[in-house]
Structure formats: C-alpha cells, structure tokens
C-alpha cells in the first residue's frame, strides 16, 4: 500500500524473498523516485515487509559514545539517537539515579519507552507522562532518571528540548 501520512509519503511493500532485504528496500526507494519523484528511505524491514518513507529535507549526522569511570561498574547513563516514524530526530539522554545494574535498566528502559511512544504518534507532553506512569508502575518502589530530549523537525528544522529531573540543559 502507499498513503500519505501527515502530508508525506509512505509505502509499505511485502517481500516474496527475504534475503537482502537491505538491498531490495534500496531497489524500491530508487524505483518509487524515479516514478514518483519523491525521495523515499527505508524506515522499517521487519520480516518479509518493508516500510518505506518520504525522504525529509534535512538530515542529520551524529554519533554517541559513553564510558563508566566508576571502576567497571555499570554506567546508569544510557544515550540514543533514533529518526522517528514521523520525520522528526529524537536524541535523548537518560541518568538513571544510583549505578550499576539497576540504574543502567531504568534509563535504558525509559529512553526505549519515548521512542516507542513519539513513534506510536504521541505529543511530547502524552510522552512523558506516559513513560513516567510506567516507570512507576515498573517496581515497588520509585525510580528516579533525568532526561534531556531533544526533538528536532526534519521537515521544518524546528526544535525542542527538553529536560526533567535536574537543573537545565543548555543548547
């Protein structure tokens, strides 16, 4: 199917052969340009289904790269970058209060559950209420992370931070 989500194109196509899946997303991207005129990226490959997507105006470069200095226990701070379903950027950094084990659950666990919200199509303010009612509901006792979440708009460039749990971030 193909259909137009918030004004961009998405197509959805289901594969007879799964290998290189990778390569024939790549093959249906260039051939939907070239019929259509719209730059498509594949935003999904889960089995033998494809998701393919208008390709946004902007782009974004970026890398993460974390250490723990605390004599090889686990850090408790978990950063991800991921481009949304929607054409939006999320680059998030979650600390889970504490160290080790627990505290590295809690920010990765959080982090992963923003993504799956603004990807569900979620408002930022449904977002982190929602992430935040199910930390809480996740354990007998309170979990406390700070967040700094950026969103960026690659259709229209615009930005937003955000940040919970501590003093400001600034940009």
């Given at each position: 199917?193909v259909?137009r989500?918030e004004?961009?194109?998405?197509?959805?196509f289901?594969?007879?052969?799964v290998?290189?899946?990778?390569r024939q997303?790549?093959e249906?991207?260039?051939?939907?340009a070239?019929?259509?005129?719209?730059?498509?990226?594949l935003a999904?490959?889960d089995?033998?289904c494809?998701?393919?997507?208008e390709?946004p105006?902007?782009?974004i470069?970026?890398?993460?790269?974390?250490a723990?200095?605390t004599?090889g226990?686990?850090?408790?701070?978990?950063a991800s970058?991921?481009?949304?379903?929607?054409?939006?950027f999320?680059a998030v950094?979650?600390?889970?209060?504490?160290?080790?084990a627990s505290?590295a659950l809690?920010s990765?666990q959080?982090?992963?559950?923003?993504?799956?919200?603004l990807?569900?199509?979620y408002?930022?303010?449904?977002?982190?209420?929602?992430v935040?009612g199910?930390?809480l509901?996740?354990?007998t006792?309170e979990?406390?992370?700070?967040?700094?979440l950026l969103?960026?708009d690659?259709w229209?460039g615009?930005a937003s931070?955000?940040k919970?749990?501590a003093?400001s971030?600034?940009?």
């Amino acid at each position: 199917w193909v259909r137009r989500v918030e004004g961009h194109v998405q197509a959805v196509f289901t594969l007879s052969d799964v290998t290189g899946v990778r390569r024939q997303g790549e093959e249906l991207c260039e051939l939907m340009a070239q019929q259509t005129g719209v730059r498509m990226f594949l935003a999904e490959a889960d089995g033998s289904c494809i998701r393919l997507s208008e390709e946004p105006p902007l782009q974004i470069e970026c890398g993460v790269c974390t250490a723990c200095i605390t004599g090889g226990e686990v850090c408790g701070d978990t950063a991800s970058t991921a481009r949304l379903q929607d054409g939006r950027f999320m680059a998030v950094l979650c600390d889970g209060m504490g160290h080790g084990a627990s505290a590295a659950l809690c920010s990765q666990q959080s982090a992963g559950l923003m993504r799956l919200c603004l990807d569900a199509g979620y408002t930022l303010s449904q977002t982190l209420s929602a992430v935040n009612g199910m930390m809480l509901l996740g354990t007998t006792g309170e979990r406390f992370i700070t967040v700094d979440l950026l969103i960026i708009d690659l259709w229209s460039g615009e930005a937003s931070l955000e940040k919970l749990g501590a003093a400001s971030s600034f940009l």
